[in-house]
């Protein structure tokens, strides 16, 4: 399952577009190791969902890490970072919800039973910020590459209104 998330990663391609191609293209079967029996779209999303809600992904980057860095992969001991803004689609909340989600809490009508679909609609951890006179709303990537190698030995997400200087004292 996990090649799966990497073939969808790879292609940037959705949860039920990378279960397409996996049907019909042989290299993509090789690569996952099955010829019959896929999994559906919605078993995949859920294995992210996992693995992302016990951060077993970060687990696995720092395992590869450490193998790449015995290896002697990494050449140097100068890293770059690297930053960019993700904008995700900006929410038209009220004050009152925008307030509520300030405060780290779910606004109480987003809690009825008749709104689940618009909770479940909303990014609750994205911000906004200002810089270079536009607006942005969503996270901020940052990622630590090795120089030479040009390999990545970190990457960091966050809002956007966390400066670069406060993620390279982490």
Known sequence: MLKIL?????????????IDHIKVNI???YFIGMI?????DHTVNDFN????????LDELFEMQLGIMMDEGMY????????????????????????EAIKDGKVPSEWEKESNR??????????R???????????????????????LIVSSKTTPP???????CKD
Not at 6 to 18: D, G, P
Not at 49 to 56: A, N
Not at 161 to 167: E, N
């Open 6 to 18: 990497i073939l969808k990663w790879l292609f940037n391609l959705s949860y039920a577009n990378v």
């Open 27 to 29: 290299a993509y079967q």
């Open 36 to 40: 019959s029996g896929f999994p559906d």
């Open 49 to 56: 969902t996992l693995l992302s809600e016990h951060f077993v």
């Open 75 to 98: 050449k140097t001991d100068t890293i770059i970072i690297d930053s960019s803004m993700v904008e995700v689609g900006r929410p038209r909340n009220t004050k009152k919800e925008d």
């Open 117 to 126: 679909k618009k909770k479940a609609q909303k990014d609750m951890d994205a």
């Open 128 to 150: 906004a910020t200002f810089k270079h006179g536009r607006s942005y709303f969503g996270y901020k990537n940052r990622l630590a590459i090795d120089v030479e190698s040009k």
């Open 161 to 167: 209104s966390v400066y670069d200087s406060q993620i």
